[in-house]
């Protein structure tokens, strides 16, 4: 199981992003997949994730509204797009998966997850 995060970069407030989750090994629809991000000098947060199974997602507050996720079974990869962005977005972004079926509050939890992948950086300045 390998996870390779991509698509971050430099982009001014009000800009948006795409990172990409890329699987090898597995097929994602059957594993819970989330994202997750750390800013420099805080824990790492849950961002929004995928639940295996039922598809049912959960988001932090903070990206409501501004953050969505999409799968893309030709490709095997969970993509987060991200718009609206805010300097406190800015951090190494990561995605996260597990066989398991959390429960929904759980979801966003960093003991749920088995396999990460390496991060990619989120910079949003002007």
């Known amino acids: 199981v390998q996870l390779q995060a991509s698509g971050g970069g430099l982009v001014q407030p009000g800009g948006s992003l795409r990172l990409s989750c890329a699987a090898s090994?597995?097929?994602?629809?059957?594993?819970?997949i989330a994202w997750f991000r750390q800013a420099p000098g805080k824990e790492r947060e849950g961002v929004y994730c995928?639940?295996?199974?039922?598809?049912?997602?959960s988001s932090a507050d903070s990206v409501k509204g501004r953050f969505t996720i999409s799968r893309d079974n030709a490709k095997n990869t969970l993509d987060l797009q991200m718009n609206n962005l805010k300097p406190e977005d800015t951090a190494v972004y990561y995605c996260?998966?597990?066989?398991?079926?959390?429960?929904?509050?759980?979801?966003?939890?960093?003991?749920?997850?088995?396999?990460w992948g390496q991060g990619t950086q989120v910079t949003v300045s002007s």
């Open positions: 996260a998966a597990t066989r398991r079926r959390p429960i929904l509050s759980a979801c966003l939890s960093d003991p749920s997850y088995d396999y």
């Open positions: 090994g597995f097929t994602l629809n059957d594993y819970t």
């Open positions: 995928r639940r295996q199974r039922d598809g049912a997602t």
